[in-house]
C-alpha cells in the first residue's frame, strides 16, 4: 500500500520514524543497536546523508535527516532499512543463548514476510517511514523536543541528554554523542 508521505522536496530536511514490526523491541540488545548505528555511519560517509537529530528506542528510531548530493532520501532510507533488516536477522539467527526471544523474534517477522509480497521470507521493519518535511523553524523546533523528550516521556532517563542513543547529549552538552551530527 503506497504511503501519502514521501521525500517530495529531494532537497528538504525530513523528519522521518521507522519501527519493527509489532513495535517489537529488538533495540534492547547491544549488538542490534550497533549493527543500526554502524549502517548509520556508512550511510553518512558513503552515501550523502545527513544526520541532523535522532534517537534510537527501543523499537523504533526518529531521524532528522537529509541529504548532501545523491542518491535520494528515499534511496537511502531504502537501502538503510533493507540492509539493517538482513543484517539484525543474520544475527538473531546467529545467537547464542544470550538471546532468549531468538524463537518468537523469527516467528514474528517470518509471519510479518509471509504476509507481505515485498519480502521473500522475513519483514524487520514496518513499510511505512511517514517523512515530514521540516519546512519552518517552528515545526522543526516541534520535532527537535519530541525526539529528544521521547526516553524522557517513556520513563527512561530523567533528563534528555543522559540517554545514549540520542543526539540530545550532541545540542544540549558540551559533549560529543555517538554519531556525528550536521547542525541545524
Not at 7 to 28: E, R, S
Not at 75 to 92: H, N, P
Not at 124 to 142: G, S
Not at 160 to 165: A, D, G, Q, S, V
Request: net charge neutral; glycine share 4%; hydrophobic share 40%.
Amino acid at each position: 500500500m503506497a504511503s501519502a508521505y514521501s521525500f517530495a522536496n529531494p532537497d528538504g530536511t525530513y523528519f522521518v520514524t521507522f519501527a519493527t514490526v509489532q513495535w517489537a523491541d529488538a533495540f534492547t540488545r547491544k549488538a542490534y543497536v550497533d549493527i543500526l548505528l554502524d549502517s548509520l555511519r556508512f550511510c553518512q560517509t558513503k552515501k550523502g546523508l545527513r544526520l541532523h537529530a535522532w534517537c534510537l528506542m527501543s523499537n523504533h528510531i526518529h531521524l532528522i535527516i537529509s541529504r548532501a548530493a545523491t542518491p535520494t532520501l528515499s534511496d537511502i532510507v531504502r537501502d538503510l532499512k533493507k540492509y539493517t533488516s538482513v543484517r539484525i536477522l543474520e544475527a538473531i539467527q546467529q545467537a547464542d543463548t544470550r538471546e532468549s526471544r531468538k524463537g518468537w523474534m523469527l516467528w514474528l517477522f517470518r509471519s510479518a514476510g509471509e504476509k507481505n509480497p515485498n519480502n521473500e521470507h522475513y519483514q524487520f521493519w514496518q513499510q511505512d517511514n511517514h517523512p515530514e518535511e521540516l519546512i519552518t523553524p517552528p515545526f522543526l523546533k516541534q520535532k527537535m523536543d519530541y525526539l529528544h523528550n521521547n526516553p524522557v516521556v517513556a520513563g527512561l532517563v530523567d533528563e534528555p541528554w543522559e540517554y545514549r542513543l540520542s543526539s540530545a547529549r550532541d545540542y544540549m552538552t558540551d559533549r560529543k554523542g555517538l554519531l556525528e551530527i550536521d547542525f541545524v
